[in-house]
């Protein structure tokens, strides 16, 4: 049996503790990631929801957007939920000025686009590349994929075309939050791209 797979939720910020939990549930040597040297020994990498401006000003803090930048352009799997999303994204529209993102995945994704905490919503997503039951998702100021560009795959949309859930290589996005509905198949979809890598 091939070992449990180290693998890093970043825990700047947000709710990397929920990330943690369902990666040991299934399985991963799950270690939160604050440092340079805890970077280089995930064999993937978690990006939680949050809060991208803080997430962005805290990575410069703790020395580690360079090393995320590298990690990313050396092909180390990524799963962004939310503010994650937000971080992997090459394009930000409604950014705060000066917020720059770790980029990544080829698409234009737009913060908060269904409006405050208060407008936060559940709805089921049909999910091909995951099968069925569809995915109950949660959305909390969640942002959402207004544009891909040529490298980036949808993965789900809602009843109204937006996507919110995109591949692109190793990098995997959704608007939502699995971590806490109990449905762990988009983790395990991620487990299994860090395995083949």
Do not use: W
Request: with cysteine.
């Amino acid at each position: 049996m091939s070992p449990a797979p180290r693998v890093g939720v970043l825990a700047l910020q947000g709710d990397f503790r929920e990330h943690l939990a369902v990666l040991r549930e299934l399985g991963a040597e799950a270690v939160p990631v604050r440092r340079p040297d805890e970077l280089v020994s995930v064999s993937g990498l978690v990006i939680p929801g949050g809060e991208s401006t803080v997430m962005d000003k805290l990575s410069r803090a703790f020395g580690l957007r360079e090393p995320l930048l590298d990690a990313i352009a050396a092909g180390l799997p990524v799963y962004g939920t939310c503010a994650g999303l937000i971080m992997l994204a090459d394009r930000v529209l409604d950014a705060t000025p000066g917020q720059q993102t770790l980029g990544g995945l080829d698409v234009t994704v737009r913060r908060n686009a269904f409006g405050s905490q208060l407008d936060s919503f559940e709805t089921d997503l049909k999910m091909p590349v995951l099968g069925d039951p569809p995915v109950h998702a949660v959305f909390i100021r969640a942002p959402v994929v207004e544009a891909l560009g040529e490298k980036a795959a949808a993965l789900g949309s809602l009843d109204d075309g937006r996507v919110v859930a995109v591949e692109q290589g190793n990098l995997l996005g959704t608007s939502f939050h699995p971590e806490v509905t109990g449905d762990l198949r988009f983790h395990d979809h991620f487990l299994s791209k860090v395995r083949a890598a």
